[in-house]
Structure formats: structure tokens, C-alpha cells
């Protein structure tokens, strides 16, 4: 057999293994390009809310513990988690009005800010984070009651919106998902009722009714390997020739 042979062989097999079918870990997530997205949601009407007005907005949810819907994940947690934002500085407000001068709507636009996830360990396995930046914040108070307009039984409603940063996964989580720690972006949104306070006021509350985060995470790219092992084959083709070549120059001196 020619010595170079069994570099050869080697290298073929890891190649085939690099390429071949992806781990039982990344199983969950569909597959859209190099990114996948995947989202956490609940439809309680508590267990969240929205504090804005000021010169910060601030908000906390919760989400169900299994985190990402319809996925058995595991060695990771599936306890209920939380989700905490802050955004700021405030940027604008922007008020329509009636023809009696009432607010009638209102929208609040605020500056960036970061948001958090985590789920505490249970049995199931242990708890993980996520953390992102956000790009702004807006809290969109579709309906302000006025003496014409009741709006939802008198009280005002509408929903937060905020755009995702970069961000990145705990260890833990990206090896369940069998993503990279780094995500490049997402959103959150939340839809707020019975929202107390009135328009200027700047320690308005609006709890939560339904919510969702998602997520745009990155799969690891299969052809980053290949090169990879590639490169560690031409290191492996070219050593013998240099050894041999160290070999004929000592025997002709």
C-alpha cells in the first residue's frame, strides 16, 4: 500500500462525517438558509406588563416552561421563565386628537435598550439564558377613551414593539438547539390593555394580554468543517515529501 494511503483514507472519513446528517440535538429547529427562527409565547392575560411614560420604558414577562413550542428539548429546563427589557431615553410622543381636542392615541418611541430571558434548572435539566440588545422600543396606545370613544370598556389598549440586536445564547441552550451562541436579531412584542394613567402621564402601566419573542439563531455552517478538514489533508499530503526530501539530502552528503 502507498504510505500516503492511509492520510488519505482518514481524511475521506471525517469529510463523510462532517457532511453527513446533523446531530440529534439540532432535530427541533427548521432549517431556512443559515438561520433559523423559533419563538416563545403564552396567551395569559397576567404575568407581564409594560411601565412607560417616563424617561425609560421598562417591561417583564413570562413565558411557558416549555420554551419553544412543540420541542422536547434535552438537558435543558422547561421550568416557566422570565423575560425583563428596558429601553431609553424617551424620543418622542405623539398624540392624535378629536375634534374636542381628546386624545384619542398615543405612541411612544424610545431609544435602545437590552433584554433578557432565563429558566431556572429543574428536573428536566439545567437552566439557561438568553440576553440581546434592543434597537428602540415603541409603545403604541391604539386607544385612548374619550367621551365619545370607550375604548375597550373604558380602558386604554395597545402593544409594545421592539426590535432585536445581536445577542447570544448560555452554552447550554445553543447545544439543545444546536445553534451558535451568537443570534443576529429578532423581535418581541407584547399586546397591553387596561392600561392605567392617561396621556402625559409618566408612570403608565399596560399588563400584559399576549406576548411572543422570537429569535433569529444561526446554524453552524457544515462547509466551515469541510475546509477545515480539508486543510488538515493537504498538511497531511505534503509532510511526507518533506520528510523524504530531508532523507535524500542526508544520504547524498
Known amino acids: 500500500m502507498h504510505p500516503r494511503w492511509p492520510g488519505f483514507v482518514a481524511v475521506f472519513v471525517w469529510l463523510i462525517a462532517a457532511a453527513g446528517p446533523r446531530p440529534a440535538t439540532a432535530s427541533p429547529l427548521r432549517y431556512e438558509s443559515r438561520n433559523v427562527s423559533f419563538g416563545t409565547s403564552c396567551c395569559w392575560s397576567i404575568g407581564g406588563a409594560v411601565f412607560f411614560g ?129 443570534s443576529r436579531g429578532g423581535s418581541y412584542w407584547m399586546a397591553i390593555d387596561e392600561i392605567e394613567g392617561a396621556v402625559g402621564d409618566e408612570d403608565r402601566v399596560g399588563p400584559k394580554n399576549l406576548s411572543g419573542l422570537t429569535v433569529h439563531a444561526v446554524v453552524p455552517e457544515p462547509g466551515l468543517a469541510l475546509l477545515s478538514l480539508v486543510g488538515l489533508g493537504m498538511v497531511a499530503w505534503r509532510r511526507p515529501r518533506r520528510s523524504r526530501r530531508d532523507r535524500d539530502t542526508s544520504m547524498t552528503a
Open 54 to 182: 417616563g424617561a425609560e420604558a421598562s417591561g417583564e414577562d413570562t413565558f411557558e416552561g416549555l420554551a419553544f413550542p412543540y420541542h422536547r428539548l434535552e438537558g435543558v429546563s422547561r421550568q416557566m421563565g422570565r423575560i425583563e427589557l428596558i429601553a431609553g431615553p424617551l424620543l418622542s410622543v405623539s398624540v392624535r386628537y378629536d375634534d374636542e381636542g381628546n386624545p384619542t392615541s398615543s405612541l411612544y418611541e424610545y431609544g435602545p435598550g437590552r433584554l433578557s430571558a432565563r429558566a431556572p434548572a429543574d428536573f428536566n435539566g439545567v437552566g439557561w439564558t438568553f440576553a440581546a440588545s434592543l434597537r428602540g422600543l415603541t409603545v403604541d396606545v391604539w386607544c385612548e377613551p374619550t367621551e365619545y370613544d370607550e375604548c375597550f370598556d373604558g380602558w386604554p389598549y395597545g402593544e409594545v414593539t421592539a426590535a432585536l440586536g445581536p445577542g447570544l445564547f448560555s452554552p447550554e441552550i445553543a447545544a439543545a438547539l444546536g445553534v451558535l451562541r451568537q
